[in-house]
């Protein structure tokens, strides 16, 4: 599952990038200059090898984060938070999961709310295991509720710095499935 994720986003975020509204700065296939360097590249961001990219999106925002766990218990949500993860932050993703848990919990009767601390740990886990048998079917709706408040923060962003509504048309379009 993870390889076909992993293929899908580099081939979206494409080669090398360097606009000049992104904070990120230089990028090569949605790596950022400064995750590279975190990594023990350094070399030129234009040369920096698809592999490479791959490993780094493997172990930084599916492993590393707990995504593959979610994977275990619900393979489209854990394929929302990578999406989301590697576009916000794998912290974000886990947090936007951690509420929407605790929104659709029926006020603590269903499962016991989660600390929003952005960490897919047992807690959270057992919170999704709780979702899910108390809501037969219900995976779509966490997506659709992870998804919401994606969307959010793209109006959120745009709004707080009108730059990034050079981006905000591509992030609604091609990041909200």
Not at 18 to 34: F, K, L, S, V
Not at 99 to 126: C, E, K, M, P, Q
């Amino acid at each position: 599952m993870i390889d076909a994720l992993v293929d899908a986003v580099i081939d979206r975020e494409g080669g090398f990038v360097h606009h000049p509204a992104d904070r990120g700065g230089a990028t090569r296939w949605g790596i950022t200059e400064a995750v590279a360097r975190a990594n023990g590249y350094a070399g030129e961001m234009r040369h920096f090898a698809r592999p490479a990219a791959a490993a780094l999106y493997r172990r930084l925002y599916w492993t590393v984060p707990g995504f593959d766990r979610v994977a275990e218990r619900s393979p489209m949500l854990a394929a929302e938070l990578f999406d989301t993860g590697v576009n916000m932050g794998p912290a974000v993703a886990a947090t936007f999961l951690q509420r929407a848990l605790n929104a659709l919990n029926r006020g603590g009767s269903d499962y016991a709310d989660v600390l929003l601390d952005g960490r897919i740990g047992a807690a959270t886990l057992a919170a999704l295991d709780g979702f899910l048998v108390t809501r037969p079917g219900g995976e779509t709706v966490l997506v659709k509720a992870v998804e919401a408040l994606q969307g959010e923060r793209y109006l959120t962003l745009a709004e707080r710095r009108p730059a990034n509504e050079a981006f905000l048309y591509g992030w609604l379009a091609n990041r909200l499935d």
